[in-house]
Nanobody, 124 residues
Framework: QVLLVESGGGLVQAGDSLRLSCAAS????????MGWFRQAPGKEREFVAA????????KYAESVKGRFTISRDNAKNTVYLQMNSLKPEDTAVYYC?????????????????WGQGTQVTVSS
């Protein structure tokens, strides 16, 4: 019942910034917890960031803390991931996810709905 579409990925140089967007369908978006995950070639999917339903609670992986910021605009049914000071090791397909429990959850198994992903490539 929730469709998620990521956008904003691309090819950038190390040190550059990107902002990813995840547009969600549904009338109850404001009740959902949202998360960002990523998967690099040859690696397992890993947690990046999460935000609770109101936006007042955020969580980050240690590898991105201080560089990435997750936010949401419930009036636009959209969650964002602002990525600054990008590194080559940030290269991955980035996925947004939603769960009808409105918490900032960090495990992929906690999420019910997933987007198709957007590619982020950071060159050195």
């Amino acid at each position: 019942q929730v469709l998620l579409v990521e956008s904003g990925g691309g090819l950038v140089q190390a040190g550059d910034s990107l902002r990813l967007s995840c547009a969600a369908s549904g009338r109850t978006f404001g009740m959902y917890g949202m998360g960002w995950f990523r998967q690099a070639p040859g690696k397992e999917r890993e947690f990046v960031a999460a935000i609770n339903r109101s936006g007042g609670v955020t969580k980050y992986a240690e590898s991105v803390k201080g560089r990435f910021t997750i936010s949401r605009d419930n009036a636009k049914n959209t969650v964002y991931l602002q990525m600054n000071s990008l590194k080559p090791e940030d290269t991955a397909v980035y996925y947004c996810a939603a769960v009808n429990i409105g918490l900032a959850l960090t495990r992929s198994s906690d999420y019910t709905y997933w987007g198709q992903g957007t590619q982020v490539t950071v060159s050195s």
